[in-house]
């Protein structure tokens, strides 16, 4: 298993433009989270769902969308992008029940200029 | 009251050492306390979970050591080694009916072992 995938890795994004970030998890989880890190903050939950077409809010939602239409993909959509979206993101993904773990994908690394 | 307060931000220790990282709630009804390991250029990795009915939990040289009445709980790594180095999360979450499995994250601690 290849566990949670994101793509793409890097990426510099010009303000203004938009662009999607793509997450696949291939454990057949039910529940998977977008996550953004900036230095000294910790994780913040983006966008959450907690399977195929549900989806709900985050603590930091703005300036961002997803969609849920495959078990598999979660992917993160930024429109208009602003310098306060650079930040690096992280797609995780857990069994539904008590307790389960949440396996994180490797990150994108996202910067806008 | 939905904050999890970590601290130190880093912290430097030698081999062997034992480095102790602390948390703390406000939120009485989180009652899943897990503790994530990020390499860098990694993505987080669970390390080690307890609940709120346990005051310690021990896996390997990692404890977890919980304290209910003082909504605190805290991270020890005995005999610390050089690949101990990494940055540490607590986190709190709600389990229960219509559980969404939302964590709560600490703003990390980054740990330094020296040879």
């Known amino acids: 298993n290849a566990g949670v995938t994101q793509t793409p890795k890097f990426h510099i994004l010009k303000i203004g433009q938009s662009m999607t970030l793509q997450c696949t998890q291939d454990?057949?989880?039910?529940?998977m989270y977008w996550y953004r890190q900036d230095p000294g903050m910790g994780l913040k939950l983006i966008y959450y769902?907690?399977?195929?077409?549900?989806?709900d809010k985050g603590e930091v939602p703005n300036g961002y969308n997803v969609s849920r239409s495959t078990t598999e993909d979660f992917p993160l959509r930024l429109e208009l992008a602003a310098p306060s979206q650079t930040s690096v993101y992280f797609c995780?993904?857990?069994?539904?029940?008590?307790?389960?773990?949440?396996?994180f994908g490797p990150g994108t690394r996202l910067t806008v200029t | 009251q939905q904050q999890v307060k970590q601290s130190p931000q880093s912290l430097i220790v030698q081999k062997g050492g034992i480095p102790i990282i602390n948390c703390a709630y406000e939120?009485?009804?989180?009652?899943?306390f897990p503790w994530y390991q990020q390499f860098p250029g990694k993505g987080p990795a669970l390390l080690i979970a307890?609940?709120?009915?346990?005051s310690e939990k021990k896996e390997g040289r990692f404890t977890i050591s919980f304290n209910k009445s003082a909504k605190q709980f805290s991270l020890h790594i005995m005999d610390s080694q050089p690949g101990d180095s990494a940055t540490y999360f607590c986190?709190?979450?709600?389990?229960?009916?219509?559980?969404?499995?939302?964590?709560?994250f600490g703003q990390g601690t980054t740990l330094q072992v020296k040879p």
């Open positions: 307890i609940r709120p009915d346990v």
């Open positions: 939120n009485t009804a989180f009652d899943y």
């Open positions: 986190a709190a979450s709600i389990s229960g009916s219509g559980n969404t499995g939302k964590l709560i």
């Open positions: 995780a993904s857990r069994w539904a029940g008590v307790d389960y773990e949440q396996y």
């Open positions: 769902s907690v399977g195929a077409g549900i989806t």
């Open positions: 454990m057949n989880h039910n529940y």
